[in-house]
């Protein structure tokens, strides 16, 4: 209970919730950009400290949508970031990121940097 308590009392403070809306800004924004940058077929969904890259051309609404999206290009998007130093949940559909307090704008800046690999790796170099 003392480690729940100083998470939610000294940990995610207000300042803490403004700095993950920083880093979810950059990251949207950046993700977004390579994303038209190379024409890759996808968008950027994020909330809070979660958010993911979805390569579909429309968006998913349900759950049948779901079950029918194309996971390849998300998946060879996973590898590349996780062999350029950035871990995501294991093989997701979508390709999910979650910041914690710990990450940096450099962090951002990686993940940003891996996708623009996958990209430039998918169309050439732009």
């Known amino acids: 209970m003392a480690a729940a308590r100083a998470t939610l009392l000294e940990v995610l403070t207000p300042d803490a919730y403004a700095w993950l809306d920083t880093m979810r800004a950059a990251m949207v924004r950046g993700a977004k950009g390579v994303l038209e940058r190379y024409r890759i077929p996808g ?3 994020a909330l809070g400290a979660k958010g993911c890259v979805v390569f579909s051309p ?5 759950y049948r949508d779901f079950c029918d999206y ?12 996780h062999n350029n130093g950035v871990f995501l ?3 997701g559909q979508c390709e999910q990121w979650t910041l914690s307090v710990q990450h940096t704008l450099d962090d951002v800046e990686r993940f940003v940097a891996n996708l623009e690999t996958f990209a430039v790796s998918l169309r050439g170099a732009r």
């Open 70 to 81: 194309d996971a390849r290009w998300g998946h060879a998007h996973w590898l590349v970031q």
């Open 58 to 62: 429309v968006p998913l609404r349900d």
């Open 43 to 45: 968008y950027v969904k």
């Open 89 to 91: 949940p294991p093989w």
